[in-house]
């Protein structure tokens, strides 16, 4: 069916106020960050927003959701790639990269999601959901690891879910001490990742 011009600029609405939230949230931070910082980068009013959101939170998660939708596929980037011509390094470098792009540019997201978890620690609603994302995001780096062992890169007795956890781990504590203190080297990153998964 059709949509009219209603739906049509709906949706258009909608989509500008989840880049510009997307936006605003990478350069100031969750706390930092108004609603009207987010309607004013869109043009749009704050009964705008709320037409589509019931509060901030709301729209977070669905950043959240949403980038899931851009980065769909990132995990499948090494099959573009042979063990034989390719090193287990170079191909995280690659599939960083490539995820990096999908991601619009936006790299400094961890420190987002730690802001916005101290600002909602009290609220088990919005920490239940916040725990569930972070199984979506395990899960895909599993299904990474599954991805790389299956190609060669990785013993296959390495167990995708430890390492997973691990990367992970490391990856955000790299990128909320790179950005605290400055100092972010991407050389030493993929090395500390390769280390963990080979």
């Known amino acids: ?21 997307l936006i605003c949230f990478s350069e100031r931070g969750y706390t930092a960050t108004t609603l009207g910082d987010i309607v004013e980068r869109t043009g749009h009013t704050k009964g705008a ?12 998660f669905h950043i959240l959701d949403y980038q899931f939708q851009i980065t769909s596929g990132w995990t ?53 959901k ?8 395990v899960a ?20 995708p879910h430890i390492i997973a956890v691990q990367v992970i781990a490391f990856n955000e504590g790299y990128t909320i001490f790179s950005s605290l203190f400055g100092g972010s080297n991407a050389e030493a990153l993929i090395q500390g990742l390769v280390k963990l998964m080979s």
């Open 1 to 21: 069916m059709k949509k009219n011009k209603f739906q049509l600029k709906r949706e258009a609405t909608y989509q500008l106020l989840l880049e510009a939230g």
């Open 49 to 60: 927003f709320y037409g589509h959101f019931k509060s901030k939170e709301e729209l977070f």
């Open 76 to 128: 499948d980037i090494p099959k573009e790639y042979s063990p034989s011509d390719t090193t287990l390094e170079e191909v995280i470098t690659i599939t960083l990269t490539r995820l990096s792009q999908m991601q619009k540019g936006v790299d400094n997201w961890i420190v987002v999601l730690t802001d916005f978890y101290l600002q909602t620690k009290h609220l088990p609603e919005y920490q239940e």
């Open 130 to 137: 916040l725990t569930e994302k972070y199984r979506q995001w």
């Open 140 to 159: 895909g780096i599993e299904k990474l690891i599954v991805v790389l062992q299956e190609q060669g890169w990785i013993p296959r007795d390495k167990d």
